[in-house]
């Protein structure tokens, strides 16, 4: 059954492997995945390990329901220290990979050591071999997943790899499995490069026993109906995470010019009707297709119609390939954000997190900062489309100064520019926000500042705020399953109530996390997906746990709380600009002036932002530092942490 | 135990008070209906004015691709100016600190 899949701590430098099993005490305290890896993360590392060492264990997990007979149970998480941050090192992607790690036997592995020589590991059915990768180093993704089911003849194999980007420590290397599906956040493609760790291969047939087959096979029709009838998820599946990026570009939401601006303007090329025409000509009609078990399909597929690259197949591109090669560096043409989405794909690097690096140094170009000298001759102006292809493959091989100190990430690279270039970088805890413009809506911006790993979006963010549903239909969503009474406004600029909406969404998005499940699945883009109320028929038909509503939303609790107690244990400080939960001065100094006229002349009010902030800490149990009061780790069980009881 | 096969959760509710047919204002604040006519590849919301151009997914459902980027600009201009955003931009210094 789902709950008898074993967890594996692999050291890599004595090749020593241990192999056990997960007690229910622990299912029932961090039901798996995010959660779980959190509490092994903050259990198995030491304060102030060093992110590249060999001491950094690097998690990898499916969730508690990944592969069962639930909806959606396609998603791979991947924890580590971040060698970005220095903080919470923290990705998921979709894909196939978690499915056949479980049916190959595993939910969690822990990963520690660094191989003498590059190498790959192979599960499968309950065996786990390191197997030599000396021939797949310096491939790229696909080429590296094809070379490993050639080897081992085998082309059911799903693998979890780094790409050259991994290989040569980028800081936001990516770990990437199938053609496009990313764990792209936070850098733990370079934690794998650092353990010569080229990738983890999975083929698995070992049945899950599911403890209620019929009935949860009869609650996942209703579940399936809720899916598919939402008109958000029908979107989605014939446009992608492009029509996001197009609807928040009409209303002026979207970070442009390295935070400069709120919209890209006359982007007719990159709209996603147009990338939907693009993928139509060149792969056919039918090119959305989808992750394991999921019915959204949302993920598009193209050739790259011209220039350099012309004939390439790859996926996507999303909403942050969009902004990574359109908005943020000021380009509109639909070649350079399929060609900047193939290349980050194929080396394994962030696209977020690229396109973020390259459009802030191109500001710093324009700004003087950054001189020909730098750049090594290269015209680094806004919307040099090549410009910004050369730039994504230096940084990706560290080819001159600028790619070389581009590639160790913002805050880093900003102490080696010098001046005031840090100023300009648009990070939170590190790592560069996602190119939406959250200035409008103190909701989002609230979200971005305080999220674990760093700026992000999937995290904590309400963005059905932004939908101005009536209070009544927030109350019913925000007030389940713990009852709140206190204010809740349909406004996205107010900051009333903003608050409990970002916590509540945060423990909404770790629970989704724990459950190994998408969040496009739950109250994320849509309000009528399932949330809170609906799991604990899931989990139960699955795999025979029980548990109110109430009782995973503890749960989600105490898994946000772990990750927080590992931040602030390696420096978090509330109002540190590169560590805290704060946001760069441009949210605050300067208004947006593009995009809809309710949205021109928004910035975040500082002394309010820091009302939130506070309030949202006490719904956390944290004090005004943000730090945990004895009270809250006592409530969720964590006052004996670490207690390595697994 | 939390099952009860008979309870709707506020999710499935939720659902039974869609409408569809009709695109709405992407003006955050605005949001109001607009019903284009049929086949139109433009359509200005009554509410706030704002422009768009459309795609039609079938000859029943349309579904807003982008501004029309020059009038909605100079309304952005517009209400920049309104609100002190000229003087507000010379005194911002361009980018950092």
Same mark, same amino acid.
């Given at each position: 059954?789902?709950?008898?899949r ?9 090749g ?6 997960i ?23 030491k ?45 998921n ?10 049916w ?15 190498v ?18 310096g491939?790229?993704?696909t ?7 050639e080897?081992?003849?085998?082309d ?17 290397a ?11 956040r936070?850098g733990m ?35 399936i ?42 982007a ?11 993928a ?50 000021g ?8 060609t ?11 696209n977020?997190e ?26 680094l ?15 990706c091989?560290?080819?001159?100064w ?7 990430g913002?805050i880093?690279?900003?102490e ?10 648009i ?6 926000n ?61 900051y ?6 970002v916590?509540w ?30 799991w ?19 749960i ?17 400080a ?20 593009r ?32 730090k ?5 780790l ?6 004996n942490e670490?207690?390595?009881s697994? | ?16 008070? /869609?409408?569809? =047919?009709? %695109?709405r204002?992407? +003006?955050?604040?605005?949001?109001g ?5 049929? @086949? ?11 422009e768009y ?9 349309? /579904?807003?691709? =982008?501004p %029309?980027?020059?009038? +909605? ?10 609100? @002190? ?13």
């Amino acid at each position: 059954m789902a709950l008898d899949r074993k967890i594996a701590f692999i050291d890599l430098t004595n090749g020593e492997i241990q192999i056990k099993p997960i007690p229910i005490s622990m299912r029932k305290k961090y039901l798996g995945g995010r959660g779980l890896d959190a509490y092994l993360l903050y259990n198995y590392s030491k304060k102030g390990v060093d992110p590249l060492s060999p001491d950094n264990p690097l998690i990898v997990s499916g969730g508690i329901l990944t592969a069962t007979c639930a909806s959606a149970t396609a998603r791979t998480h991947v924890m580590a220290k971040s060698p970005l941050t220095g903080l919470l090192g923290s990705t998921n992607m979709g894909g196939f990979f978690a499915p056949e790690l479980a049916w190959a036997g595993f939910h969690h592995l822990v990963i520690k050591g660094k191989a003498e020589k590059p190498v790959y590991l192979y599960i499968h059915n309950g065996n786990i071999e390191i197997r030599d990768a000396g021939k797949l180093w310096g491939k790229t993704t696909t080429e590296t997943q094809w070379a490993i089911r050639e080897e081992l003849g085998d082309d059911e194999i799903k693998s979890l790899v780094i790409g050259p980007a991994g290989e040569n420590l980028v800081r936001f290397a990516n770990v990437m499995t199938g053609i496009k599906n990313s764990g792209g956040r936070t850098g733990m493609g370079c934690v794998m490069g650092s353990k010569n760790l080229k990738a983890i291969a999975a083929r698995g047939t070992m049945d899950i026993r599911i403890a209620h087959a019929q009935e949860a096979f009869e609650y996942n029709k209703r579940f399936i109906d809720q899916i598919t009838s939402a008109k958000v998820n029908q979107t989605q599946g014939a446009l992608g995470t492009p029509f996001i990026w197009g609807a928040t570009n009409c209303w002026g939401g979207l970070r442009t010019r390295n935070f400069q601006f709120n919209q890209l303007e006359y982007a007719d090329d990159i709209e996603p009707e147009r990338l939907d025409e693009i993928a139509t000509e060149t792969v056919g009609p039918h090119h959305m297709t989808g992750c394991f078990a999921c019915q959204v399909h949302c993920r598009g597929q193209y050739r790259i119609p011209s220039g350099p690259y012309a004939g390439k197949y790859d996926e996507g591109p999303e909403y942050t390939s969009q902004g990574a090669f359109g908005a943020e560096p000021g380009c509109t043409s639909a070649v350079t954000v399929l060609t900047g989405n193939h290349l980050v794909n194929q080396f394994g690097m962030d696209n977020l997190e690229t396109g973020s690096m390259i459009a802030w140094a191109m500001e710093l170009y324009e700004a003087g900062i950054l001189t020909e000298k730098e750049t090594d001759g290269l015209d680094l102006r806004f919307g040099n489309d090549e410009a910004l292809l050369e730039m994504v493959e230096r940084i990706c091989y560290r080819k001159g100064w600028l790619g070389d100190t581009l590639a160790d990430g913002g805050i880093p690279a900003a102490e080696k520019i010098g001046k005031n270039a840090f100023d300009y970088l648009i990070q939170v805890k590190g790592m560069n926000n996602l190119h939406s413009d959250e200035r409008a809506t103190p909701a989002l911006a609230l979200n971005v500042a305080t999220s674990s790993r760093g700026s992000d979006h999937l995290r904590s963010r309400p963005a059905i705020d932004l939908y101005h549903l009536p209070e009544d239909v927030l109350r019913r969503i925000y007030s389940n399953p713990i009852p709140y009474k206190g204010p809740l406004s349909s406004e996205h600029t107010s900051y009333e109530g903003k608050p409990w909406m970002v916590y509540w969404q945060e423990n909404c998005y770790m629970a989704v996390d724990c459950l190994g499940i998408c969040k496009y699945h739950t109250t994320f883009l849509g309000a009528t997906l399932p949330n809170f109320e609906d799991w604990p028929k899931v989990i139960y038909y699955n795999t025979g746990l029980e548990f109110t509503s109430e009782e995973i939303w503890t749960i989600a609790e105490r898994c946000n709380m772990i990750e927080r107690m590992f931040n602030l244990r390696e420096g978090l400080a509330r109002n540190d600009l590169k560590k805290g939960d704060t946001l760069n001065h441009r949210y605050f100094d300067e208004p947006c002036r593009r995009g809809a006229p309710d949205v021109i002349g928004l910035s975040i009010d500082r002394g309010k932002f820091n009302k939130m902030l506070d309030e949202f800490y006490e719904y956390k149990g944290l004090d005004k530092n943000g730090k945990p009061k004895p009270a809250t780790l006592k409530r969720l069980g964590l006052e004996n942490e670490p207690s390595r009881s697994l | 135990m939390a099952i009860d096969e008979k309870k709707t959760s506020a999710a499935e509710t939720l659902r039974k008070t /869609r409408s569809f =047919g009709k %695109v709405r204002c992407h +003006n955050p604040s605005c949001m109001g209906r607009i019903q284009p006519a049929p @086949g139109a590849d433009h359509a200005k919301c009554p509410t706030c004015g704002m422009e768009y151009r459309l795609f039609w997914v079938n000859p029943t459902l349309p /579904r807003i691709r =982008g501004p %029309v980027w020059d009038v +909605n600009r100079e309304i952005a201009k517009k209400t920049f100016a309104g609100k @002190g955003g000229a003087a507000t931009l010379k005194a911002e210094s361009k980018g950092g600190k």
